[in-house]
């Protein structure tokens, strides 16, 4: 029982360490109908993760949207999603902070999410990144407590 138990995490570990288990961040790319290219970045996050995020553009605006998930059962808190746009060169070009709704996450395993939509009143230049995290708190409050710090921002290198 013992080496079944260790084979498991040797097995995890290398997974981990070879990258086929993401650890930290995920990104994707997105190209949108003028032929820009963007790199999103999601910031792993727990209990509830940002399971899947979309930018597009429409009426010279910069609309990303996403789902947010639950790892384990039904999920409350207060918080928000930090969107922020990132320009090719590393400046930041935009930021700013949506609530997500509904607030309770049930499972995933019933299929439901909640929803968070953001918008920049500009198009960012080809090659831009665009950094989504969730700043949430387990406890329900009437305001967010720190909601005026970005997360999204706070990361070591923009």
């Given at each position: 029982?013992?080496?079944?138990?260790?084979?498991?995490?040797?097995?995890?570990?290398?997974?981990?360490?070879?990258?086929?288990?993401?650890?930290?961040?995920?990104?994707?790319?997105?190209?949108?109908?003028?032929?820009?290219?963007?790199?999103?970045?999601?910031?792993?996050?727990?209990?509830?993760?940002?399971?899947?995020?979309?930018?597009?553009?429409?009426?010279?605006?910069?609309?990303?949207?996403?789902?947010?998930?639950?790892?384990?059962?039904?999920?409350?808190?207060?918080?928000?999603?930090?969107?922020?746009?990132?320009?090719?060169?590393?400046?930041?070009?935009?930021?700013?902070?949506?609530?997500?709704?509904?607030?309770t996450i049930p499972t995933r395993f019933r299929g439901k999410a909640s929803h968070f939509e953001a918008r920049f009143p500009f198009i960012p230049p080809d090659g831009s990144r665009i950094?989504?995290?969730?700043?949430?708190?387990?406890?329900?409050?009437?305001?967010?407590?720190?909601?005026?710090?970005?997360?999204?921002?706070?990361?070591?290198?923009?």
């Open positions: 029982m013992k080496s079944r138990i260790r084979s498991g995490v040797i097995v995890a570990l290398i997974l981990l360490c070879s990258g086929l288990i993401p650890a930290g961040c995920t990104y994707n790319s997105v190209q949108v109908a003028g032929g820009k290219n963007f790199t999103i970045e999601r910031v792993e996050s727990s209990p509830i993760y940002i399971s899947w995020v979309h930018a597009e553009e429409k009426n010279r605006e910069m609309i990303v949207s996403g789902l947010l998930r639950s790892h384990f059962t039904h999920t409350q808190g207060t918080g928000h999603v930090d969107v922020v746009v990132i320009g090719p060169g590393g400046e930041l070009l935009g930021q700013t902070s949506v609530h997500y709704d509904p607030k950094r989504v995290k969730l700043h949430y708190s387990p406890v329900l409050e009437l305001k967010d407590s720190d909601s005026d710090i970005n997360r999204a921002v706070n990361q070591n290198a923009l």
